[in-house]
């Protein structure tokens, strides 16, 4: 049996194409890939994903300007992920493991630029960091599809371009750390069915609100 080293692709880029793939390749990862593409990417409309071990030796991005990428095993390293850095990126990456990227004091651990990052667990997130801003949205959403509660000491910030948070289906997403930011916040604005509820009593976000479908819950002073 051959066995092969974990591939590195420090600046390259790992083009999924609609393709799955399900034996170990695990690459190691770093940067943005070709033309900020992504260092794992979907170039095709299709659906694509990959069930491999994902490790980052720097600060690296995922994106697809086509089909969902779903990203199954697990990601890990001590440094920020990036979803749809490239311009033409507008689709869906699924997170669906327990992920070990980022580190508990790690800002902007989570930054979504574009499209839709979709997860049905905090674990998804990565490591719990204290930052105020771990999750940052410029531009991007994050969507749940389980009814699932992201750790009160996980901050979300909305950046230059604004952000969303949605849930699909009968699901809640209930966002316990404070969202901050002085831009607009979009809920569910791909017309997801579910409850984003905003269970913080210190929200500072001072931009729009905007309600596009399904429901937001608050329930007190300060949650808006």
Do not use: W
């Not at 793939?21 to 659906?47: E, K, L």
């Not at 105020?132 to 910030?157: E, H, K, M, Y």
């Not at 017309?191 to 913080?200: C, E, K």
């Amino acid at each position: 049996m051959v066995r092969r080293a974990p591939a590195r692709l420090p600046g390259r880029t790992a083009d999924r194409s609609g393709n799955c793939r399900h034996v170990a390749f695990n690459p190691t990862i770093a940067g943005t890939g070709v033309s900020s593409n992504g260092a794992i990417t979907n170039s095709s409309a299709t659906v694509a994903s990959y069930a491999g071990t994902v490790a980052m030796s720097a600060a690296s991005s995922i994106g697809t300007s086509g089909g969902n990428l779903t990203i199954g095993g697990v990601i890990s390293g001590a440094y920020a992920i990036t979803i749809n850095a490239g311009a033409s990126q507008t689709g869906t990456v699924v997170f669906s493991n327990t992920n070990t990227y980022g580190t508990t004091t790690l800002a902007n651990a989570t930054v979504i630029e574009g499209g839709m990052l979709s997860i049905s667990a905090d674990a998804n997130l990565g490591a719990v960091s204290n930052a105020a801003t771990a999750v940052a949205l410029n531009g991007g959403t994050l969507q749940g599809t389980a009814s699932f509660t992201l750790s009160a000491t996980r901050g979300v910030t909305l950046g230059a371009g604004g952000g969303g948070l949605a849930a699909t289906g009968s699901n809640t997403l209930t966002v316990a750390g404070v969202v901050a930011g002085s831009t607009a916040l979009t809920i569910n604005g791909a017309n997801q069915t579910g409850t984003v509820a905003l269970s913080s009593a210190t929200n500072s976000y001072s931009g729009n609100t905007t309600i596009t479908a399904g429901t937001m819950q608050i329930s007190g002073a300060g949650k808006l």
